[in-house]
């Protein structure tokens, strides 16, 4: 279902892709649920969105609604896709989603969205939009205005007054209004008083033709270490059809020195398996060549993954092993700097 939505004499335009989640759900005798046309019934009759310095929208409510907890790479392909057929008609673009996934589907679309010279927002809120105390109108409200009149053309998350970049962010809290955070980067934006950029670039958008790269779901392990940790249950992770594991390890990127583990490890890198080395702290990043602990599994082959959030670094993983690259070209584009998902250095 989409409806387009116009404010007086207003030259921007922006599409809101509605894919699902808290925002647009209603209450009911057995909690919130998503009901066709809803949120666009509910933003129709809030004026604050039809006010002369907001830009003109349009709706598309994605059918059936998605829960955030149900996306599957299939879906950020769909939002995508979505964002490709709509790009010549509009200036932004905000992304409406559930915020038990939203830093995945962020980062997902960061590496999709191959060239973009355009805005892209993604959004939604802890409590539905029509609820009192609503967080959403205000998160929406700000998206669509930073989309229109402060153009960062990356994907962003934009939550609680900040604009992360999508590919940085993480749910950092379950039920605060201030769910997300970004541990290693400074937010884009802040919206306070006064909108004030801090490590976002403004560009005016621009109306090239934008290359979405297609994704496929992809066999990735993810191994949490913890205190005795069995080599043979890393063993049964690793088996076929896996192509990549992200290890989250301690500290700077320690693991222990067991025989046996690292022998799994070193048989993964003879089978083509990649081996990502994210740290299970939340700030700081990886360095492998600190401890020996952590040169150990730098002398198997695992590669550093910097600080990637896991969020980026399983994105990453399905972006490039769907691109169908060479061990040695995956190798190389996994420790660099694609999007700006990484410190490198």
């Given at each position: 279902m989409?409806?387009?939505?116009?404010?007086?004499?207003?030259?921007k335009?922006?599409?809101i892709?509605?894919?699902?989640?808290t925002?647009?759900?209603?209450?009911?005798?057995?909690?919130?649920?998503?009901?066709?046309?809803?949120?666009?019934?509910?933003i129709a009759?809030m004026?604050?969105?039809?006010?002369?310095?907001?830009?003109?929208?349009?709706?598309?409510?994605?059918?059936?609604?998605?829960?955030?907890?149900?996306?599957?790479?299939?879906?950020?392909?769909?939002?995508?896709?979505?964002?490709?057929?709509?790009?010549?008609?509009?200036?932004?673009?905000?992304?409406?989603?559930?915020?038990?996934?939203?830093?995945?589907?962020?980062?997902?679309?960061?590496?999709?969205l191959?060239?973009?010279?355009?805005?892209?927002?993604?959004?939604?809120?802890?409590?539905?939009?029509?609820?009192?105390r609503?967080?959403?109108?205000?998160?929406?409200?700000?998206?669509?205005?930073?989309?229109?009149?402060?153009?960062?053309?990356?994907?962003?998350?934009?939550?609680?007054?900040?604009?992360y970049?999508?590919?940085?962010?993480?749910?950092?809290?379950?039920?605060?209004?201030?769910?997300?955070?970004?541990?290693?980067?400074?937010?884009?934006?802040?919206?306070?008083?006064?909108?004030?950029?801090?490590?976002?670039?403004?560009?005016?958008?621009?109306?090239q033709?934008?290359?979405?790269?297609?994704?496929?779901?992809?066999?990735?392990?993810?191994?949490?270490?913890?205190?005795?940790?069995?080599?043979?249950?890393?063993?049964?992770v690793?088996?076929q059809?896996?192509?990549?594991?992200?290890?989250?390890?301690?500290?700077?990127?320690n693991?222990?020195?067991?025989?046996?583990?690292?022998?799994?490890f070193?048989?993964?890198?003879?089978?083509?398996?990649l081996?990502?080395?994210?740290?299970?702290?939340?700030?700081?990043?990886?360095?492998?060549?600190?401890?020996?602990?952590?040169?150990?599994?730098?002398?198997?082959?695992?590669?550093?993954?910097?600080?990637?959030?896991?969020?980026?670094?399983?994105?990453?993983l399905?972006?490039l092993?769907?691109?169908?690259?060479?061990?040695?070209?995956?190798?190389?584009?996994?420790?660099?700097?694609?999007?700006?998902?990484?410190?490198?250095?």
């Open positions: 989409t409806q387009t939505m116009q404010s007086a004499n207003h030259r335009r922006i599409y892709a509605y894919t699902g989640g925002i647009g759900m209603k209450a009911s005798d057995s909690g919130y649920i998503p009901v066709k046309k809803h949120l666009t019934e509910s009759k004026p604050e969105f039809f006010r002369s310095e907001m830009p003109e929208f349009t709706i598309n409510e994605y059918h059936p609604l998605i829960d955030s907890s149900d996306m599957t790479p299939s879906d950020w392909q769909r939002i995508a896709d979505d964002i490709q057929n709509n790009y010549a008609d509009y200036d932004g673009f905000v992304v409406l989603h559930g915020t038990d996934t939203m830093a995945y589907t962020s980062s997902a679309l960061s590496f999709m191959e060239d973009l010279t355009k805005p892209v927002i993604v959004t939604g809120s802890q409590i539905p939009l029509t609820e009192l609503s967080d959403g109108q205000e998160n929406l409200l700000n998206a669509l205005f930073i989309a229109a009149n402060y153009p960062i053309n990356e994907v962003g998350l934009f939550f609680s007054n900040k604009l970049r999508g590919n940085r962010s993480i749910k950092a809290y379950a039920d605060g209004f201030d769910a997300f955070d970004s541990p290693n980067m400074p937010p884009l934006l802040e919206a306070g008083i006064n909108i004030k950029v801090i490590a976002g670039t403004v560009h005016e958008s621009q109306s033709t934008l290359t979405v790269s297609n994704i496929t779901e992809q066999p990735v392990g993810v191994v949490h270490l913890y205190p005795g940790i069995s080599a043979k249950l890393v063993e049964n690793l088996q059809p896996v192509k990549a594991l992200i290890l989250l390890s301690y500290g700077v990127g693991a222990p020195q067991n025989p046996a583990l690292l022998a799994q070193e048989q993964a890198r003879k089978n083509g398996i081996i990502v080395n994210c740290s299970q702290c939340i700030k700081g990043r990886v360095n492998m060549g600190g401890y020996a602990t952590g040169n150990a599994l730098s002398k198997c082959g695992v590669m550093s993954g910097a600080d990637m959030t896991l969020e980026a670094a399983l994105t990453k399905h972006y092993l769907s691109k169908g690259l060479s061990l040695e070209e995956l190798r190389k584009r996994m420790t660099s700097s694609l999007r700006g998902e990484l410190t490198e250095g």
